[in-house]
């Protein structure tokens, strides 16, 4: 059906109120000249050019014919907002205008169009907790980086104090030494005195008890200053391995020893000295004769009679010791086990540390510095070894240490 311009005209009046149709015109540039409420309300361009709306027909298609008459009579597309909406529609063509008549579902649009409007309530709550999460999330990342400013400037300040302890304790170690090492001297010096003066007052009294009653108090107070210089050496030579071991001076002579014979060696020195208390020193070597490890002979000796020694001292009179070597596979382990009173639980914490004492007390008053387990410790691990403590099932404490069969 063809309109003429008259009719054009009637019809835009009727259809400029109405909400049931959309009506528009444009010019042959996309330009709006006329639209009605429909036009507004359904389809919201504000623009006055909607030429790129236009998917279905293409728009410049429309204005190809140049005779005045109807030039697209079916479904248009149109994009709005990254959606698409079709529409039924009428398109003439006039002599400078293109006039558009659309029908569309009243009801379908307007549930359309409510979940559109929801759809966008929908998306700005997002954006806006969006924008909150975001600002949350800066200011965390904020926080976090001014934490981390502060724990690199305190740790830089606990780098610097512990430089500043490690040369305050490398120099007391060191002053440590120079003053043990001053004073092992003339505390040698009176411990050889004082054994002469004993050796010579016992010989003079067993010679002649009468004319020399009188140098038992002297042979008493000179066999006390033996005892106590005689401490004195022991506790100076253990300053002096602890200053060594602080300043990180320990070194290793090592050779190939065959530990059976060696251990048996070490052992047989300090069997006087169970001998004196009437313990037993009971051996169980389940090793070779020839089985050679790669050792410091002295400081293994030192560790030998530090655990030993250990043991006679905790140990009652009438008391056993048992003494087992094993061979754990790429270890030789060495245990000193005693039937002593054991160490407390909560004291165990305290064992092979520096000055490291127990509540438990030796059975004959025997003197102790605390120093001998640390220095133990530190020697096996120069030798790529571990040391440990384990609770005697029956009774008493077993210390071991483990050596290994390549160093």
């Known amino acids: 059906m063809e309109l003429g311009q008259e009719k054009i005209s009637i019809l835009k009046t009727f259809l400029l109120d109405s909400q049931n149709f959309i009506c528009f015109s444009t010019d042959f540039e996309g330009n709006v000249l006329f639209f009605n409420v429909g036009y507004k309300l359904i389809l919201g361009y504000g623009e006055n050019n909607i030429k790129q709306y236009f998917i279905n027909p293409v728009f410049e298609s429309l204005v ?74 800066k200011n965390n990342i904020l926080h976090m980086q001014e934490l981390q400013d502060k724990l690199i400037e305190r740790t830089q300040e606990l780098e610097a104090k512990n430089q500043e302890l ?15 090492h001053d004073l092992r001297a003339p505390v040698g010096g009176i411990f050889s005195l004082s054994e002469y003066i004993s050796t010579t007052a016992r010989k003079l009294i067993i010679q002649e008890p009468v004319k020399y009653a009188d140098l038992d108090i002297s042979l008493e107070f000179s066999e006390l200053i033996q005892e106590s210089s005689k401490y004195l050496l022991g506790l100076i030579k253990d300053i002096l391995d602890v200053s060594t071991i602080e300043t ?31 313990i037993a020193v009971l051996m169980r070597l389940e090793i070779d004769d020839n089985l050679a490890i790669s050792i410091d002979k002295i400081k293994i000796s030192q560790v030998i009679n530090n655990f030993l020694q250990n043991a006679i001292k905790f140990s009652a009179q ?24 054991g160490i407390p639980i909560s004291q165990r914490d305290r064992l092979f540390k520096m000055f490291s004492k127990t509540s438990t007390t030796p059975t004959g008053g025997e003197k102790g510095n605390g120093l001998g387990l640390y220095i133990s410790k530190n020697i096996i691990d120069a030798h790529n070894g571990f040391v440990g403590f384990e609770e005697n099932v029956k009774k008493g404490s077993i210390f071991y240490f483990k050596l290994r069969k390549s160093f």
């Open 318 to 341: 009438g008391g056993k010791i048992f003494l087992e070597i094993e061979d754990d596979g790429d270890y030789i382990t060495t245990k000193v086990i005693d039937e002593g009173d």
């Open 248 to 278: 990180g001076r320990l070194t290793l002579n090592v050779e190939s020893v065959n530990y059976r014979p060696f251990f048996n060696k070490v052992v047989a020195i300090n069997k006087e000295l169970a001998k004196n208390k009437n």
């Open 64 to 137: 190809i014919d140049s005779r005045d008459r109807c030039v697209f009579n079916g479904v248009i597309t149109l994009s709005k907002n990254l959606l698409n909406f079709s529409y039924l529609a009428q398109i003439y063509k006039l002599s400078d205008e293109l006039f558009f008549l659309c029908e569309y579902d009243g009801l379908e649009l307007e549930v359309l169009f409510k979940e559109m409007s929801s759809n966008t309530q929908m998306i700005n709550n997002l954006n806006r907790e969006l924008i909150k999460k975001e600002i949350v999330l």
């Open 166 to 180: 490690e040369k305050i304790s490398n120099e007391k170690s060191k002053i440590l030494g120079i003053v043990a």
